[in-house]
């Protein structure tokens, strides 16, 4: 009996027991992730406030630097989606050398790709600095500072694929556990080489970019040696390897789609903020405080996302795919009660928030009311979508949202965000378009999930 029909005919009390353990998976591998995606921010948080100590320019030059990278490493995180999605297919089909020959392609593409990162952005450091507007003084302080942290792109790479793999086999702690080790590192040598402490020399910005090499060198030799040495990964290594095309062009498949959907998201953001930023300093303002708060939310639901990616492939693979769809419905509904969490403290505490980030009273109005409401109120929304986010892409149907957010941003955001502009709509305007973007994604998804179309697009893989 197939285990489609199975799933049929599970009982009501069946179907609640499935629902719970269901929810124990998720959160088994949301919780661990959630924990590794907030320890990022909190390192940039503290690298910014070191750093903020030895002046302006050292801190703009980090802020041009860090911005630099941020858009070129984006880029190649389908070694993250990519893997994850492919290795867990493979587990879930109990394909268990097949992961690691995946595992080790994907590091070939990091490999390459990180060397290939690191000599361009050492090149064309000064050009990149010039193109960004740094002054003379910032370009200087910056250049080698961007050359140090580019050089270690081959290792955040392949962190990138090793991440990719450890979720695909359901086992975000390693992850988690890497990333406190690489923050811990990244931290502990920023105090010492910053400022001159621990017996090392004082290098200011310089000590920073090196801090940062290190401990991209320290997360991505811990991946390599779990999974070449560690007895739990002893039945993924191959026997055997040769670089073998049929395993990097699925890879490269979904490398483009997400890239393009990526692409269009930020190509979307980058001109809403280009188009704040043309109504004054306090729209900009308050528009940032809002996208720092939308993110937020972002950021956490993205464990579970993490999750519903990881498990989706799993199930898929085992061509289990009524089981996926219970575990994306149990998904939804941890979506849309984060959102409501997030939803309801900020309604409450709406005032404090914005008085947290700003004394200035034209921004506490250009924030205020709407807005703010606004933002709030789509929480839900944007908890559910973040994760039928991954939920799709754990599917492998990455050419769908690559279409469905194309088509959102170019031809219903863009254009919203211009109109406000040019009719004098505002910041109101612009987070109008970003609530009716959201609603085309929730609707879109949604649909996609319901209707199934997503096990049609995985039964091709």
């Known amino acids: 009996m197939t285990p489609e029909v199975e799933d049929q005919k599970t009982p009501p009390n069946g179907a609640r027991h499935l629902s719970q353990r269901h929810l124990q998976e998720i959160l088994r591998l949301a919780i661990p992730a959630m924990l590794a995606i907030a320890s990022d921010p909190l390192l940039g948080i503290a690298d910014t406030a070191m750093i903020g100590r030895l002046g302006v320019e050292p801190l703009a030059a980090r802020a041009i630097g860090t911005a630099l990278i941020g858009g070129i490493y984006w880029l190649f ?6 893997t994850t999605t492919l290795v867990g297919y493979q587990h879930g089909a109990h394909q268990t050398e097949a992961c690691g020959q995946t595992y080790l392609h994907a590091l070939l593409v990091a490999i390459v790709g990180g060397v290939l ?24 302080e910056g250049v080698l500072y961007f050359r140090i942290r580019v050089a270690g792109a081959p290792f955040i790479f392949l962190f990138y694929a090793s991440v990719g793999f450890f979720r695909g086999v359901q086992n975000t702690r390693i992850p988690m556990l890497i990333a406190f080790l690489v923050s811990g590192t990244n931290l502990v040598l ?86 704040v930023a043309r109504m004054g300093p306090n729209a900009l303002a308050a528009h940032e405080i809002a996208f720092q708060l939308f993110m937020l939310g972002s950021d956490v639901v993205d464990g579970l996302a993490v999750a519903g990616q990881a498990l989706a492939a799993k199930y898929v693979g085992a061509h289990q795919r009524d089981a996926a769809y219970r575990m994306g419905k149990t998904l939804i509904v941890c979506g849309g009660a984060a959102g409501c969490l997030f939803g309801a403290a900020f309604l409450g505490a709406q005032e404090s928030i914005i008085r947290f980030f700003t004394p200035s009273l034209e921004v506490m109005v250009a924030l205020g009311g709407g807005i703010f409401v606004m933002l709030a109120l789509f929480q839900p929304a944007n908890g559910i979508v973040f994760v039928l986010d991954g939920f799709l892409i754990g599917a492998h149907d990455t050419r769908f949202l690559m279409k469905a957010m194309l088509f959102g941003t170019l031809i219903i955001f863009v254009p919203l965000s211009w109109l406000s502009l040019q009719l004098g709509w505002g910041l109101t305007g612009i987070w109008s ?23 049609v697009a995985a039964k091709r893989q």
């Open 433 to 455: 378009g970003i609530s009716v973007l959201m609603a085309w994604r929730l609707i879109t998804n949604v649909y996609r999930f319901v209707s199934r179309r997503w096990a």
């Open 77 to 82: 995180t389908f070694l993250i989606f990519g």
């Open 190 to 275: 920023d105090y010492a080489l910053i400022y001159g402490h621990l017996g090392l020399p004082a290098l200011g910005l310089r000590g920073a970019a090196i801090a940062s090499w290190t401990a991209q060198f320290v997360g991505a030799a811990g991946s390599l040696i779990i999974f070449f040495f560690s007895g739990a990964t002893v039945s993924y290594r191959p026997r055997e390897w040769r670089v073998q095309w049929p395993l990097l062009q699925p890879l490269f498949h979904i490398g483009r789609d997400l890239a393009a959907r990526t692409g269009a998201l930020r190509f979307s953001l980058v001109f809403a903020t280009g188009t």
């Open 117 to 140: 990162v690191a000599a361009a952005g050492i090149y064309f450091a000064p050009h990149l600095y010039r193109g960004m507007g740094a002054s003379e003084t910032v370009l200087r």
